[in-house]
């Protein structure tokens, strides 16, 4: 080649020449802090000693970055390259061929928590003897209590009923000896659905040996209704009217039904004209039919049994209680079969003995006798404030709580089912709360989504609109659950241990909630079922081994009674809560009043450890943090490529954070909304960036910032409409108006319509 005359002179000096970093793409907070990052990175060491001038002269074309720090941070295009390259020894520089570049930041800036970890005793721990089992090894029987042979002996050969618990020993005693109101009082899991129900069965079988005027010897559904139970759900009553149908197996001649909110007055009024001996109802429903069903006929009725008393009570049923207990009273008249009781016998049954539940007993008690797990147990010197705030867990449940910033959410939970489900055979069944429906929806698509199809189609360049994908994925639905509510937990299921996922809240229709409900009761495999506080109360689900506590209840109350849907009737179980470091960590203290040991028994974890158990391996020491970014990169870009399933993940955003203001005032300052991250927040949602204004149907105009209704919540704002409430005082005010706010919440989240308002 000839010579052109131009004479080029370099100079190349010991270190090695790095391009500029360029970052397209993301907001320009996440790009400014990159460049200071990569700035920093690069002047923190330069690669000028002996070994690593040896490397760039050996590879010339690569450059060299100098050391990683432990935190790599990832860009979106590790997930256009193959997974050996996505490993930690890949340190070439990144040219993302995205234009929408993001460097995820999950393991940065979380909050440290405030609270220091306790010293763990190293000392052999006994197992605790259950509280709620049944004694076995006492004296009583069902039939030394009262109960005829008959029905004692349908307990022990059809339900396998072979000793009473604590509860149902003191209550059976009393109900049968006595015609006195009383007030059951138990912890979760003791049996107290059969404290009231047997008694009950008892006195109707005995009311069929003495004959009336027309020499009948048997009630029959002609005679009248006698009895009444009231519950807060749907599913309980629902629950509630299967032990009763198995108890009366032994009776046929006695006939219930039920009436509750969701189902068709047409088939119901039916059932009331036939007739009808024992009648399980919602408060809602029940007046509906009160006022405008001339065939229930409420004369007879003798006993009324409320279930659930505090939770009526909760979710503003004072004034259906008190119309109902009126007309009761108004309407009873003298029955034709002579055994039949002159006065009406109420019994309430609450697992909590809390102010609400003492005016409920006001409104329908009458010399109450308060009944125990342990009749002989004489009361302390406790005070009313004392006793009011004190609950209980059984003895075996094994609590633990664990402190995880709010980034780190949802890692984290994938990483606990992961590690919980890895074993088959380890845990059968799992609950997991959540706040509201819009969050139970948006973690069910994300945790059954078909990862492996989704990569498929990236990697053969396969283009789909987002309609023909939800038609599939739809489809795919069809086969497993005609209502969509059961699909593979594909997120943490394995091989050997596949994994079954419900949903459920209080915004399905009623015939899908009880065949969910139906199907996770019944289910002879490994199942988790996602939910609302429409499952917490009283439901009796069959092998749950494992409560998870994702939002921590909206009470201590409501706290008791989820984790209550395991270790029960003398079973072994575990539960665990998600807190955030900060204010949320007080909340250990309302944990530790449920023991009787102080709270010893309670052990904490970390993030760090849950995501170590969960993505981690022997087999690299960083190898957890890279798997877990890379799991949080794939659902980010999972939403941000689907708008169907971007909107929901704002929904459920928005939903959660409206939900978190909505905490009782007694518990406020554990959860205060001031001390949330909404940004880090975003990362639990699978989102990039805080929402803003996000379009929701429902909000009015100008409220659709998150920080605008967080802030009227909290200071007990309603809305427009109850600005005009009566009650001009300052904490009663604050109190009310946060309790409307708490039920407004429900009905638009989690569905108040669960509560059966009529």
Known sequence: MADDGMLMNFSIGDTVIKPEAKFKGGTWRDRLTAKKRSAHRGSEKEPGDAAARNVAAKNPNQIQLGTRPVKRQKTDDSFNRPSA??????????????????????????????????????????????????????????????????????????????????IQTSSITQLLKEETDAFIQAETGSGKTLAYLLPLVQRIMDLSKAKNEHNDTQVHRDSGLFAIILAPTRELCKQISVVLENILRCANWIVCGTVIGGEKKKSEKARLRKGLNILVATPGRLVDHLDNTEALDVSNVRWLVLDEGDRLMDMGFEEELQGIVKKLDARQRPSRIPSVPTRRTTILCSATLKMNVQKLGEISLKDAVHIKADPNEEDDDKSDKDEEESFR?????????????????????????????????????????????????????????????????????????????EEEKDEEKEKLSPHGTIAPGRAFSTPNNPVLLHRLHGSLPQAVRTATLGSFARSTEACVMICTDVASRGLDLPNVDLVVEYDPAFSADDHTHRIGRTARVGRDGRALIFLQPGCEENYVEVLKRGYRDGGKALTRTDANEILKRGFGGNDKKKNWEEKTTDWQMDVERWALDNPTYLEMARRAYQSHVRAYATHTAAERSMFDIKELHLGHLAKAFALRDRPGKINVPGLRPGQEDAKKDFKAARNGAAGNKRKADDAPSSTNVTDEAARKMRAKMREHMSGANEFNLA
């Not at 003895?395 to 890895?422: D, G, N």
């Open 85 to 166: 390259q996505r490993s930690g020894g890949d340190r070439r520089p990144q040219h993302p061929r995205d234009p929408t570049q993001f460097i995820s930041s999950l393991f940065s800036s979380n909050p440290e928590a405030r609270n220091p970890e306790e010293p763990k005793e190293e000392r052999e721990v006994e197992a605790a003897k259950p509280t709620n089992a049944p004694m076995i090894d006492g004296l009583d029987t069902f039939t030394n209590l009262g109960l005829s042979p008959n029905l004692a002996a349908h307990l022990l050969t059809k339900l396998e009923l072979k000793a009473p618990t604590a």
């Open 393 to 469: 867990v059984p003895a075996q449940l094994k609590q633990s709580y664990a402190i995880v910033p709010a980034k780190l959410r949802l890692v984290s939970l994938t990483a606990y089912l992961k590690r919980t489900f890895m074993r088959k055979g380890s845990v059968m069944k799992a609950i997991v709360f959540m706040s509201c429906a819009d969050v139970v929806d948006f973690h069910f698509e994300l945790f059954s989504r078909n990862q492996d199809r989704d990569q498929q189609r990236k990697n053969d360049g396969e283009e789909k609109d987002g309609k023909d994908e």
